[in-house]
């Protein structure tokens, strides 16, 4: 599997989010990594090897 990435991807996670999506986009990348839904806007930041392990696959690079 690619997981190579950079800001501005759109990505889709393992589990779904309560709105219903999997799909997010990557506003900020360093040590943590920023994702806002596609779908609700909502934004969360999680560690990057946390990220990693919830990827499924980058949809756009």
């Known amino acids: 599997m690619d997981k190579e990435y950079r800001l501005g991807s759109k990505v889709i996670m393992k589990k779904q ?10 506003t900020r990348v360093g040590a943590d990594i920023k994702i806002k839904c596609i779908y609700c806007g909502r934004q ?3 560690p990057r090897i946390e990220f990693n392990k919830k990827l499924k696959k980058v949809v756009t690079y």
């Open 44 to 46: 969360i930041m999680l």
């Open 17 to 26: 989010h309560p709105c219903g999506t999997n799909e997010w986009i990557i």
